[in-house]
């Protein structure tokens, strides 16, 4: 960070383009352009009706859409994973192609009928569709751990792809709402078997949903809360995000406590992830999250992640350093993690990966089987040395 404050940041003052931007940023229409980016779609996002294309077997995912509670449909993805489609395969290859009617899918009905599957709710960041390339890749990778139990169910915000409607905050919120509704009532999964699990903007959805149903009359708490390239909130990231993953043109705000705080203060949507996690840390017993960022992140830097631990571990446990088990994991990074009782946070910083295809690291894998308890192996108990 030393090298990046003496030589990045005094460029981006240089420049002057920051402030311009800074002035761009404090209207609302461009603040939802940038923060969301839903008008860029590029192929092969674009193949929403052919996951074929995207390397899938034959009707292996089902696309269908989820009504929200505020008249919007959202365009959605179950991905049946691979030791259930090959138990199932004649099945799945002489299934009619019925258009939109989910329950009459393979991938549905297995999903409902086994009392030990389990579910990840994907939520993905800005720009493009669920069926960019990258991410399509991803969803292999959440089921790896065991491919014959997760399940996974992404969709589009409204605005995306094919979904209706423009972005907003509290819209995205009733967006993961109507995927989580959809999940319990039709079909028939309990919260214990569902994990949340966001990437970059799909980070503060994942939790303010997460925060949502715990503060309900009678709170619903969920198997686990995975958060990949997260950010503190909105002014944090439009001040912390780079261009090209190179120029922070925003960054002299962060030299200027006042002027960040004004700036922050101009959002619509302002995402206030800090507030719900730590809201979460105290009022969750059962809470399991798990940061995940990497060191080479030029897009949205590690700190953001960093900060969010640590105001949440405060908030967990009113300790300025408690105790934390850490794990070295080579070339791949370091974990360290909190626990008391059956609640724990840790945080896995990768050393390589950068902010998309960190997405695609192996840990992240061992990390949703532990979350649903089905290994007693983790990768927290490779390495345990206290912290000092």
């Known amino acids: 960070m030393s090298l990046y404050n003496a030589i990045v940041v005094p460029l981006s003052v240089i420049s002057g383009l920051w402030i311009p931007c800074t002035l761009l940023c404090c209207i609302p229409w461009v603040q939802k352009q940038m923060l969301y980016l839903h008008r860029v779609t590029l192929f092969p996002g674009k193949w929403l009706a052919e996951p074929e294309r995207a390397g899938y077997l034959k009707n292996q995912v089902a ?6 509670k505020d008249g919007e449909r959202l365009f959605a993805w179950l991905v049946a994973p691979m030791g259930v489609y090959s138990r199932h395969v004649r ?5 009619a192609p019925e258009q939109g009617d989910i329950e009459r899918k393979q991938a549905f009905k297995l999903l409902k009928d086994d009392p030990e599957a389990r579910l990840v709710i994907y939520c993905h960041g800005n720009t493009a569709t669920i069926a960019q390339g990258r991410r399509t890749e991803e969803y292999r990778m959440f089921s790896a751990g065991a491919s014959d139990k997760i399940f996974v169910l992404a969709f589009d915000y409204r605005g995306f792809g094919k979904s209706t409607g423009s972005p907003s905050e509290p819209g995205l919120i009733n967006d993961a709402e109507a995927v989580v509704e959809w999940a319990r009532g039709t079909a028939g ?3 214990e078997r569902i994990l949340l699990l966001g990437h970059s903007l799909g980070t503060a959805v994942a939790t303010a949903i997460t925060h949502r149903y715990a503060n309900l009359a009678v709170p619903i708490e969920f198997a686990g809360l995975i958060l990949c390239a997260s950010f503190t909130n909105t002014g944090s990231a439009f001040a912390s995000y780079s261009i090209g993953d190179v120029i922070p043109v925003l960054a002299p705000l962060k030299l200027i406590p006042p002027l960040q705080q004004w700036f922050r203060r101009r959002f619509k949507d302002t995402w206030r992830t800090d507030q719900r996690l730590a809201s979460l840390a105290k009022q969750c017993e059962n809470l399991r999250l798990l ?3 990497a060191e ?12 969010l631990f640590k105001s949440t571990l405060r908030a967990a446990t009113d300790e300025v350093d408690p105790n934390l088990e850490v794990a070295d994991l080579g070339e791949a990074g370091k974990q360290e993690v909190w626990r008391q009782g059956t609640r724990s946070i840790s945080k896995l910083i990768a050393k390589h990966g950068d902010h998309n295809t960190m997405m695609k690291w192996a840990p992240i894998s061992l990390a949703v089987v532990e979350s649903f308890g089905l290994t007693n192996v983790a ?3 490779i390495a345990e040395t206290p912290h000092e």
């Open 63 to 68: 696309p269908f859409r989820i009504p929200t």
């Open 91 to 95: 099945a799945f290859i002489e299934e």
């Open 189 to 191: 999964i309990a919260p």
């Open 291 to 293: 940061f995940v960022h």
């Open 296 to 307: 080479n992140d030029g897009t949205m830097p590690w700190d953001q992640t960093e900060e």
């Open 379 to 381: 990768v927290t108990r």
